[in-house]
C-alpha cells in the first residue's frame, strides 16, 4: 500500500478511536459553565452571549432532533463528534509534517518510514485526545 492510503485509513481508525473515547465520556446532561447556555440556546435557536456561535447553536438543534426527551445530550455529542474530528486534524497535521521530515529530495518511504510517520501521527494524536486540558 502507499503512503496515502495507509495514512487515510489509519486517521479514520484513529477517529473512531477518539470518537468512541469522547460519546463514552460525555456527560448525560448540562454542565456547569457554558454548556447549559448553548445547549438552552440551541433549543429555542437563540443567541447566546458574544460572539454568539449561530452555527454552533444551528448544528446543535439539529443534533437535538433524534435525542426527543433529552435534547441537551444531541449538543453533547455534537461536541464530542467535532472533537473527535479534531484528533483525526491533529493526526492528519503530525503525519504531514512527519512525512516533510523523513522525506529526502522527494523520494519514496520506506516502510520503516512510514510506520514511523503513522506511529508519530497516533501516539500525537491520542496523547492530545486523552490529555485533561
Known amino acids: 500500500m502507499n503512503y496515502k492510503k ?6 479514520w481508525i484513529i477517529l473512531l478511536i477518539a470518537s468512541a473515547v469522547y460519546i463514552m465520556t460525555m456527560e448525560a446532561t448540562g454542565s456547569l459553565w457554558d454548556c447549559g447556555e448553548f445547549a438552552s440556546c ?4 437563540q443567541l447566546p452571549h458574544p ?3 449561530p452555527l454552533f447553536v444551528l448544528l446543535g438543534r439539529l443534533f437535538m432532533i433524534p435525542f426527543g426527551t433529552n435534547p441537551i ?4 455529542m455534537m461536541s464530542a463528534l467535532a472533537s473527535g474530528f479534531t484528533i483525526l486534524f ?9 512525512k516533510k521530515m523523513l522525506q529526502k529530495d522527494g523520494g519514496e518511504l520506506t516502510g520503516q518510514q512510514i510506520f514511523a510517520a503513522m506511529a508519530a501521527g497516533a501516539v500525537g494524536s491520542l496523547a492530545y ?4 486540558i
Open 90 to 98: 491533529l493526526f492528519w497535521s503530525i503525519t504531514h509534517f512527519a
Open 42 to 45: 440551541a433549543y429555542k435557536l
Open 129 to 132: 485526545c486523552l490529555s485533561d
Open 6 to 11: 495507509i495514512n487515510n485509513i489509519t486517521g
Open 51 to 53: 460572539p454568539g456561535a
Open 73 to 76: 445530550a444531541g449538543v453533547n
